[in-house]
């Protein structure tokens, strides 16, 4: 009977793989290959993210590059009320100040002892500027330079005061 093949032919034909042994592998391995990609590429940029970008931390890595991972005091240097320059409208500027210094000892022990010298320098430097020149929100940051300056000169250094932080800030 022609029609029954020989036990050899089927054994050899049963070692031969089929051209499509499973058609859904092929698919399942790609996919997996492709979540793979997207899961390193998220991966990637929340790393890079907090390491690069991260607006909290950016003074932190500043101060690291610059060798400056200095700790930090800070003083209340209260309510002032200052009269400012200029103008027939009589402004003025209410504004509580906080100075972070060096928390170095003999820093602190400076920046304690000449309190009262602080508070003139700033009271001096903001005498001299008119509600034009700080009414604006992106001079506040020109005129807290200009404060740190005058604080650190009257201080008799170059880097006790590193930031000024308005609390409060009003232009009348």
Known sequence: MAL????????????????????????????????????????????????????????????????????LAAMDLGDMVVNLSGGAGGHFLK???VIEYNADKKVAELVESKKPHIIEAIQF????????????????EKLKQELIKAVNERLGTEDAVQRIIFTQFIVQ
């Open 4 to 71: 029954r093949k020989s036990k050899k032919e089927d054994k050899k034909n049963k070692n031969k793989a089929p051209a499509v042994d499973n058609p859904g592998r092929g698919n399942l391995l790609a996919m997996f290959f492709m979540m793979l990609a997207v899961f390193l590429v998220g991966a990637g940029m929340v790393i890079g993210y907090f390491k690069f970008l991260d607006p909290d931390n950016k003074e932190a890595v500043a101060n690291e590059k610059a060798g400056q991972n200095i700790p």
């Open 95 to 97: 504004a509580s100040i």
């Open 125 to 140: 430097t903001l005498r001299k500027k008119s509600a034009g020149d700080i009414k604006p929100p992106e001079a506040t």
